[in-house]
């Protein structure tokens, strides 16, 4: 009986629970709110390639602390302060975007427990018709058409460069955007969650050697937002009539209407859906690679 009790006394007496106060449960949710958005502002920009790039720094760092590469230690610990500054200066614009979200944000509609259906799935079928009928119609006439439909990294920059619409998506009004002489119909239109988020917008043009030198302006533009986002950006030739498709820094052209649904599909998945998809399970015959 004794040494139970000199048990309790010496290891269990210490393990006390502490004392819980109203702040700290607030610097708990403060604290909880913050990570929360961080990481869906990480999820939605160009940062989530970026945290990427650093776990694998992070792992190059302790295979050379444990095998004590002092060399590689050095070069770790002098780039350190100059790599915390490039981030923010190549970062800029996304951290702009995310002050001026916050700034803007209705908290109670940001908890994660609202709308989860709507989650599941970025775009419905009926806005996936849409989207192929309005495309498929301006390749009959040949009416050039950019269309950028995101998936988890959000196009903020480039959509501000743009007019804001905000509207539904219909095959009538992708269409009547694109129309000769009207005043969106030069520039990109970007989709996001079943809308039409902005048109007019300006794309970064690709520099990418391989690229046919057949293809004009808008092509490369297609192509250059594809290599910094993971979008699947639509391309009507005004030439042609062609279909084309980009996305990770790739062009798939003379792409046909069940091709278009079965990748607008795919985009439609939320993130723990994308990792089960493989995207691109081998071409159609009427499909060609830009860069073979």
């Known amino acids: 009986m004794n040494t139970i009790i000199s048990f309790f006394r010496d290891y269990v007496a210490w393990l006390t629970i502490p004392e819980f106060t109203i702040t700290d449960a607030l610097e708990i949710l403060i604290i909880a709110f913050a990570f929360y958005h961080i990481i869906l ?3 939605d920009t160009r940062a989530w390639v970026l945290l990427k790039g650093m ?28 790599g915390i500054v490039a981030m923010i200066v190549i970062f800029q614009p996304e951290l702009r ?18 709308n989860q259906k709507s ?20 390749a009959k006439v040949k009416t050039g058409a950019l269309i950028v439909v ?4 959000q196009c903020r920059e480039h959509e501000r460069t743009g007019i804001p619409v905000d509207a539904e998506i219909s095959s009538q009004l992708l269409v009547n955007i694109f129309e000769h002489n009207t005043p969106l119909h030069d520039g990109a ?31 490369r533009a297609g192509l250059g937002i594809s290599e910094i986002s993971d979008s699947l950006t639509i391309i009507v ?56």
């Open 41 to 43: 502002w990480i999820k």
């Open 55 to 82: 776990i694998i720094l992070g792992i190059i760092f302790l295979v050379a602390l444990v095998l004590e590469m002092n060399v590689v230690l050095w070069v770790f610990q002098n780039a350190m302060v100059v």
């Open 97 to 114: 975007n995310a002050l001026e979200q916050l700034g803007r944000k209705n908290i109670l509609s940001s908890l994660p427990f609202e």
């Open 119 to 138: 989650r599941n799935e970025r775009y419905t079928e009926e806005s996936i018709k849409g989207i192929i009928k309005a495309v498929y119609d301006m």
């Open 150 to 153: 995101e998936r988890n990294i």
């Open 189 to 219: 239109v970007i989709i996001r969650d079943n809308r039409i988020v902005a048109a007019t917008c300006y794309l970064p043009l690709s520099n990418n050697l391989l690229v046919s030198k057949e293809l004009g302006t808008r092509h």
């Open 237 to 292: 030739s005004e030439e042609t009539g062609y279909v084309s498709l980009a996305r990770d820094g790739k062009l798939y052209r003379k792409i046909d209407a069940d091709t278009l649904q079965i990748r607008l599909q795919e985009a439609s998945k939320r993130s723990s859906d994308d990792k089960k998809l493989k995207w691109w399970k081998g071409r159609k015959k009427n499909e060609k690679k830009v860069d073979e």
